[in-house]
């Protein structure tokens, strides 16, 4: 079907049919539910008025744009959302050309829509790159940054902000739908603009007061932040009314200038069980459609569980413990804590350089803060590591999340690149537990360690049993167990775990093989290394992380410094790709990381057949 020659009566049945598509398909594999629910009607809409195969389509994160790809040319395809091989659920150029951008973190979309706006103009192109942004996102300083040039320069830009839980303007009763509706239409934009070039026409005197009085009304509408900017604004407007959507974005799609529609949804709209604010519901795995109910309940505890509990124990003993996560208090386990204290643990929103650099003065005043934010979102706030806490050589614990594979979410939220991108920053202290006491005993270093530190730990539970372990002490590494041949492995957080269960299968082939937990990636334990340097010649490193920079590269500068020449070394570390999505096993084994095909690779190495 063509969408833009359809009906508002068939767009409408389609919006439902889409709804129930996404809700099938969620339910089965898992995924983004109830804001891509709220967002469908303004999808649809979005494709009625503007022209996908020329205008660029750029949503923010993109986790909302379910709808988006069962309109252009993946509704057949669709079931294998977010599986091994099958659709991502984020926006994806080599998955389809409707796809502009890649997208999995979020604020970006109003600067790249700026960039292309650029482009589109220097090639003298009609295209009109159209913006779906979530209010979420706009708590990021990104967005005003864009904005800030958009409303300089003037590009023709249309944004769409699906307000949908913060409420960035709450509607006035009925004094706020007459305005909404009355500056949605034709009639006032071709209005307004007459007044303004009357105006700017008028003598000094007289035009003082029409600017007056054009400023006292713009304070009584929700956009006056945006209109202050130089972007016209249109709303708020009923983000399921598919007539009025079609209508207001034909109207900012002719302005020719930059404009920015505040339209209002409901998270998990047509589905009763998630509609509304209900965090449960915004990212899901199978459950129930009928109940809601969840399939799985994995019975083995979550290191981020360990995290929180652990966390919330320490404060409990502690007053000047402190902490900050940036929109991920459930995610990162800090809603325990902020539950408790919420005067010394706070969620900043989707702003992690903000929430990295006010943990400073906290920790100069002589708190603890422990900064809880995911692998893959600290990247965002990388300067602030640098500029902010490791020059200021101040006591920030980072608590990093998700670090190794995350599975479904794919590319853009695999926790892979945290050791290489902080090994590199003078003051900064690098360690990782592997099972849950070892985890407590890290947060406990943390907590007296007076200098910038990082850990990370997995998505999930450890994959190391747990056991008593030493207490954390810098700088030194546990030598878990000694091997009859030249063999040894080393483990470097869950890699632990996964260096255990290899050293396993390989005594089953005879093969003894030597344990170490390095525990600090920073500062190297250097004499355990050239100790065991002299027993063990065939190393093989395990950790969850990019090869390149990652924990095999320190223990080979180590080994180059000194002159040992008697080690060879091969990390099973992540080698230079990004990663795919799907299931977590499935893609371990794409990549031969599981521990079976890790045993039969050190045998290959050996050159000793199974």
């Known amino acids: 079907m063509d969408i833009r020659d359809a009906s508002v009566e068939t767009l409408e049945t389609l919006a439902q049919q889409i709804r129930d598509r996404i809700l099938a398909t969620v339910s089965k594999n898992g995924g983004h539910l109830s804001s891509t629910l709220g967002a469908t009607d303004l999808i649809v809409a979005m494709h009625k008025v503007f022209d996908v195969t020329k205008d660029p389509f750029i949503f923010d994160v993109s986790h909302q744009a379910y709808a988006h790809k069962l309109l252009t040319d993946r509704w057949d395809r669709f079931d294998s959302l977010r599986q091994f091989g099958g659709i991502c659920g984020y926006t994806k150029p080599k998955e389809s050309p409707y796809d502009y951008y890649v997208a999995g973190h979020s604020s970006t979309s109003i600067s790249l829509a700026v960039g292309a706006a650029k482009a589109i103009a220097l090639k003298g192109e009609k295209r009109i790159p159209v913006a779906f942004i ?59 603009t007459k007044v303004e070039k009357i105006v700017d026409m008028m003598p000094e005197g007289t035009s003082y007061m029409a600017k007056r009085f054009e400023e006292s009304f713009k304070l009584i509408t929700p956009g006056v932040l945006f209109e202050e900017m130089g972007i016209e604004y249109i709303g708020p407007v009923d983000g399921h009314d598919i007539a009025a959507l079609i209508e207001t974005m034909e109207v900012a799609k002719g302005l020719g200038k930059p404009v920015i529609i505040h339209a209002q949804t409901t998270k998990g709209k047509g589905y009763e069980i998630a509609e509304g604010t209900k965090e449960h519901w915004h990212g899901v795995g199978a459950f129930d459609p009928k109940t809601g109910e969840s399939y799985k309940k994995s019975s083995a505890k979550a290191a981020t569980k360990i995290f929180s509990e652990t966390l919330v124990a320490m404060a409990d003993e502690d007053d000047k413990i402190v902490g900050v996560t940036a929109a991920m208090p459930s995610g990162t386990g800090l809603n325990a804590a ?55 050589d101040l006591g920030v614990a980072f608590a990093i999340d998700r670090a190794g594979i995350v599975g479904e979410d794919g590319e853009t939220h695999q926790g892979a690149f945290d050791v290489s991108y902080l090994r590199a920053i003078p003051n900064m202290t690098l360690l990782a537990p592997y099972n849950e006491t070892s985890m407590k005993k890290v947060m406990a270093f943390a907590r007296d360690y007076g200098r910038p530190c990082a850990f990370r730990y997995p998505r999930g539970a450890f ?147 199974n």
Request: net charge negative; aromatic share 10%; glycine share 8%.
């Open 134 to 192: 979530g209010d979420g996102s706009m708590s990021a300083g990104m967005v005003y940054e864009a904005l800030n040039e958009l409303g300089d320069r003037k590009y023709p830009v249309v944004i769409i902000l699906n307000d949908n839980e913060m409420s960035i303007a709450k509607p006035i009763g009925a004094i706020s739908k007459l305005l909404s509706q009355t500056m949605a239409s034709p009639l006032y934009q071709k209005f307004k």
């Open 338 to 392: 902020m539950e408790k204290y919420p005067e010394r643990f706070w969620d900043v929103a989707i702003a992690e350089q903000h929430a990295v650099t006010s943990m400073g003065p906290l920790a100069k005043e002589g708190f603890k803060p422990f900064c809880a934010i995911y692998s893959t979102f600290l990247q965002r706030g990388y300067d602030q590591v640098i500029h902010d806490i490791c020059l200021m």
């Open 463 to 609: 994959m190391a049993e747990d056991c008593d372990v030493p207490e954390y002490t810098l700088g030194k590494a546990h030598f878990i167990q000694e091997g009859s041949s030249e063999l040894l492995l080393i483990g470097y957080g869950n890699g632990v775990g996964r260096a255990l269960q290899t050293a396993s299968l390989l005594s089953e082939s005879g093969i003894d093989a030597a344990v170490l937990d390095l525990r600090f990636v920073k500062p190297l334990d250097e004499a355990m290394l050239s100790s065991l340097a002299s027993k063990y010649t065939k190393w093989f490193v395990f950790s969850d992380s990019a090869k390149k920079g990652g924990v095999g590269s320190a223990i080979l500068e180590y080994l180059s410094q000194t002159g040992i020449h008697t080690v060879s070394l091969t990390s099973f570390e992540y080698d230079d790709a990004f990663i795919t999505h799907g299931n977590t096993r499935l893609v371990e084994e794409s990549m031969g990381l599981l521990p079976e095909q890790l045993a039969e690779r050190v045998r290959e190495k050996l050159k000793i057949k």
